[in-house]
Nanobody
């Protein structure tokens, strides 16, 4: 059973930084795509970033390019989301997601992912 546990959320001022972590367990993740999504109150859950574990290729939503970086640590089975230059509009619950059958997909659609963490709150004050 795949388990994903997020950590690292919190309250930060605009312009600040946070690093989220997603600890994955239950499988060998070499063939998986790992992703971060976020959901603000009243909004749909939206794609933020994804990484193909085997090759390290990353994908980003346009609004976070140049500010956020997704990475993985093979030894720790952990995926990170480094968030810099945070803006109030980045405020949301951030979710880690995983799936191993995403060849030929966009990797940006929440319906493509079978496994989800419980989420971690990120609040950016102005």
């Amino acid at each position: 059973q795949v388990q994903l546990v997020e950590s690292g959320g919190g309250l930060v001022q605009a312009g600040g930084s946070l690093r989220l972590a997603c600890a994955a367990s239950g499988r060998t993740f070499s063939s998986y795509t790992m992703a971060w999504f976020r959901q603000a109150p009243g909004n749909e859950r939206e794609f933020v970033a994804a990484i193909r574990w085997s090759v390290g290729r990353a994908y980003y939503q346009d609004s976070v390019k140049g500010r956020f970086t997704i990475s993985r640590d093979n030894a720790k089975n952990t995926v990170y989301l480094q968030m810099n230059s945070l803006k109030p509009e980045d405020t949301a619950v951030y979710y880690c997601a995983a799936d191993d059958d995403l060849t030929g997909t966009t990797r940006r659609n929440k319906y493509e992912y079978d496994y989800w963490g419980q989420g971690t709150q990120v609040t950016v004050s102005s």
